[in-house]
Nanobody
């Protein structure tokens, strides 16, 4: 059974930082690209960042570029380091995994391309 479990969310003041983790089990994690998405109340789920299976390529939404870093390690975990957080970053953050046969930005940023999803972790940024 494939599981993706996010952790690290919480309440933080504007300008602060959070590091989200996505722990994967039940799949050959090294074969998958990992993406982070977020969904704020009343809004559609939107792409945040993605990393290819090798970690050699990363992709970011313009709204977070320069403030967010995605990474992964060999313990089946991916991370999203978020700095200089803003109130508009408030959302539920989801990690997702898709088999990586050659993932470019268009595929990495498309939610429908991902086969597996976590349950999400809440990030709230107060002003």
């Amino acid at each position: 059974q494939v599981q993706l479990v996010e952790s690290g969310g919480g309440l933080v003041q504007a300008g602060g930082s959070l590091r989200l983790s996505c722990s994967a089990s039940g799949l050959a994690f090294s074969m998958y690209a990992v993406g982070w998405f977020r969904q704020a109340p009343g809004r559609e789920r939107e792409f945040v960042a993605a990393i290819r299976r090798s970690g050699s390529s990363t992709y970011y939404a313009d709204s977070v570029k320069g403030r967010v870093t995605i990474s992964r390690d060999k313990t089946n975990t991916a991370y999203l380091q978020m700095n200089t957080l803003k109130p508009e970053d408030t959302a539920v953050y989801y990690c997702a995994a898709q088999l990586d046969y050659g993932v470019g930005y268009s595929t990495a940023s498309r939610a429908s391309a991902y086969q597996y999803w976590g349950q999400g972790t809440q990030v709230t940024v107060s002003s």
